[in-house]
């Protein structure tokens, strides 16, 4: 059984930064399809940022450029790096596989204020 523990959110002022990780434990695990997604409130959960069956990072549009998705296989923890951060990346944050998500973890809230 996988299990996800989301840490790094908080509060943060527009144009700031913050770095989410994401541990991940249990069975049937890759970092390798691992992904961050996020919930604002009264949305729907969307990805933001997931390595492909290749490996290579992909972005929303609403975060390239941004935000940058990497990992440490030898810790198994996926981190993401958000940078120049605007109060609509408000949300809470969670990481899970990719494509098809497991069970969610418990997110980690992040608050943008302008």
């Known amino acids: 059984q996988v299990q996800l523990v989301e840490s790094g959110g908080g509060l943060v002022q527009a144009g700031g930064s913050l770095r989410l990780s994401c541990a991940v434990s249990?069975?049937?695990?890759?970092?390798?399809?691992m992904g961050w997604y996020r919930q604002a409130p009264g949305k729907q959960r969307e990805l933001v940022a997931a390595?492909?069956?290749?490996?290579?990072?992909n972005y929303a549009d609403s975060v390239k450029g941004r935000f940058t998705i990497y990992r440490d296989n030898g810790e198994n923890t996926v981190y993401l790096q958000m940078n120049s951060l605007k109060p609509e990346d408000t949300a809470v944050y969670y990481c899970?596989?990719?494509?098809?998500?497991?069970?969610w973890g418990q997110g980690t809230q992040v608050t943008v204020s302008s």
């Open positions: 249990g069975s049937i695990f890759s970092v390798n399809r």
């Open positions: 899970n596989t990719n494509p098809i998500p497991g069970p």
């Open positions: 390595f492909s069956r290749g490996g290579s990072p």
